[in-house]
Every structure is written in C-alpha cells, then in structure tokens.
C-alpha cells in the first residue's frame, strides 16, 4: 500500500513539475537536458518537457546565446552559488522575450558533488516593456515642461534684471 500511495505522490509531484508556472530545467554537467516542464518546452517549439532530455542549449538557441547560457551554467557549478540574470533569449518563432532565470546547483544526494544545475525562468517581457514606456513618457514629460518653464524663467529675468518702479 505504501508504494502504490508513494508511486501516485510521485505521478503527481511530476504533473505538477510538468504544469508549473515559468520555466523550470535541469541539466547535467555537459550542459545535456536531464528534464523540463512543458513551460519550457512549448517556448522552445515542442510538446513536452519529456521531449528537450538529451538536447542542449546548442539545440534551441544561437550559438552565440547558446554559449552565454553555457558561460553561467558553468559557473555556477565551479562556484556552486546560485546566479540570478536577466536573460534575451530569441524564442523559436524568433521572439526576443526577456527572462529572469535563477540557477543553482544540483547536488547528487549522496555524494553531494555537484552533478547539474537547476534553473527557473520567469517572463519578464511585458513588464521590462511597461518599464521602458514609463522611462519614455517621463522624459516627453520633462522635455515638454522644460519649455515653457525656459520662457518663465527667461521672463522673469527680464523682469528682475530692468529697473521698473512698480505702478500704482
């Protein structure tokens, strides 16, 4: 009964990894695929999770982004410190989106060696988008009252810098 009732935890522990928000990823130390939720796989132009084990990042990315992914991973395994980084990541229909990805490393349980990373991914597209229009906006903003308030100012000099008496 134990087993049949760990064996049903497991399967849904997996559908829930598999369904998770954002984009969740291990891999092992060659950079191989070892697991992905369906997140990851649909932006990369698959069905599953189940379909990226034994692909790399050469797979789906440039090679230029492919060796930057590659860079980071790499690093934090020989630091085996967690590494957060705002990533432009080209999409496989050719989409820049911008993730926040946080990685760590992924520890054989009983040796404790590092063995991968671990990585999780979030869209921060929209919102890096909202922060630029905003950023836009202030500085229409503060051109456009710069204008008037030049000619203010400029008035007001004229105005303190002549010698009228004020009329009664």
């Known amino acids: 009964m134990r087993n049949e009732n ?3 935890d497991y399967d849904l522990f997996m559908n829930i990894m598999s ?3 954002g984009h969740f990823y291990w891999k092992d130390t060659k950079g191989i695929c070892r697991g992905a939720n369906n997140a990851q796989a649909i932006f990369l132009g698959y069905n599953s999770g ?16 492919a060796e930057f992914i590659r860079k980071i991973d790499k690093q ?3 630091t085996e410190k967690e590494y957060s980084v705002e990533e432009v990541v080209d999409s496989y229909a050719g989409m820049k989106t911008i993730f926040f990805s946080r990685k ?8 404790k060696k590092v063995i991968g990373i671990i990585g999780t ?5 929209a919102s890096k988008q ?12 503060a051109h456009d009252l710069r204008t008037p308030l030049a000619g203010i100012i400029g008035l007001s000099s004229i105005q303190a810098d002549s010698k009228m008496e004020p009329q009664e």
């Open 76 to 78: 934090v395994m020989e």
């Open 130 to 141: 909202a922060e630029i229009a905003k950023q836009e906006f202030l500085m229409n903003m």
């Open 121 to 125: 991914s979030l869209d921060i597209t």
């Open 104 to 111: 760590i490393p992924l520890y054989d349980p009983k040796t």
């Open 50 to 65: 189940k379909d990226l084990i034994g692909k790399t990042d050469f797979d789906f990315f440039s090679k230029e982004q």
């Open 6 to 8: 760990n064996k049903k």
């Open 19 to 21: 369904e998770a928000p």
